[in-house]
């Protein structure tokens, strides 16, 4: 005691559940102290004028542990939070919060490194996702409110990539994605290839066209590596409806189609002007029909 206040180390009761141990300063808490809750919360580290303020740890119920800066009673500044799950997080605080730059790592091997706002993911950001067989998938770029938000790139465990824009935590609007078998630039909603695209296989094919829910479908134009072109109608993937097929070799069909095959009522135009009218079946001319010859000959049949 010194002046009738506490000064130096001493113990003493704030309250009927909190018990304070450590150093004072003409009666205010200052210094190295234990500050002890009868809930079995407890601070160690240092006080400036009554308050935590400084180094200090702060020990939960839970079982969680938070270590790094104090100002004015308030966890602010840098320090890590380790949970009795095996997460941590070590970064920068604002009032309690995550919040500025920092580094969260998951008991299940994820991670994430980059920008938060008031506890959640905010601003740029990476995040390397473990999956089963020793595989990881990764995401660099915005988030907004814990979530893909803005232009990001995402990997996946398979060596596929789509890189352009994320919204709600999904893939959704423009972007671009690539994997061994083929490259899409187009449109997406909600994860899936969805409006106007451009698909261009490794084998050379090119297709410009519609996506529905993930499904080509709709009118659209494919073009193969031998220079043959389709422009038509695709249901689920496939040619379906009615479409035209222009050969390299000058010959061209405009008809019918179902599941990729020519089938039902057509026209079959050669290069040498000749003409055949009629019915197909199976990518060939089957059943009745007119052939025209170039001459004007003409046999139906």
């Known amino acids: 005691m010194e002046n009738g206040q506490m000064h130096g180390k001493g113990v003493a009761k704030f309250g009927p559940d909190r018990t304070y141990e450590g150093q004072f300063a003409h009666g205010r808490r200052h210094g190295e102290g234990v500050l002890a809750f009868k809930d079995d919360r407890r601070y160690e580290g240092q006080w400036v004028d009554d308050k935590a303020h400084g180094r200090g740890s702060f020990f939960y119920p839970s079982g969680n542990r938070y270590e790094g800066d104090w100002l004015d009673n308030k966890i602010l500044g840098a320090g890590k939070l380790v949970y009795k799950s095996g997460d941590t997080y070590e970064g920068e605080w604002r009032n309690g919060r995550f919040h500025g730059t920092g580094r969260y790592v998951y008991a299940d091997g994820d991670v994430y490194e980059g920008e938060w706002q008031d506890d959640l993911r905010h601003g740029k950001g990476k995040v390397t996702f473990a999956v089963e067989g020793g595989a990881v998938e990764k995401y660099e770029g915005g988030f907004m409110g814990g979530v893909f938000s803005g232009v990001g790139k995402y990997t996946y465990a398979d060596g596929s990539v789509y890189e ?138």
Not at 193 to 219: C, N, P, S, Y
Not at 257 to 286: C, M, T
């Open 164 to 301: 352009g824009e994320f919204q709600e935590g999904h893939i959704r609007g423009r972007g671009v994605y690539t994997t061994e078998a083929y490259n899409y630039d187009g449109a997406w909603v909600d994860d899936l290839k969805d409006g106007e695209g451009v698909m261009q296989f490794a084998d050379g094919r090119r297709l410009e066209a519609t996506w529905v829910r993930d499904e080509l479908h709709g009118i659209g134009t494919l073009t193969c590596p031998n220079n043959d072109k389709y422009v038509g109608s695709f249901v689920n993937g496939k040619k379906h409806g009615v479409g035209e097929l222009h050969y390299t070799n000058g010959d061209s069909f405009r008809g019918q189609w179902i599941d990729d095959r020519a089938e039902g009522q057509g026209v079959l135009l050669y290069a040498d002007n000749s003409r055949f009218e009629g019915q197909f079946r199976d990518d060939k001319r089957h059943g009745i029909g007119s052939l025209t010859q170039a001459d004007g000959s003409r046999y139906e049949g």
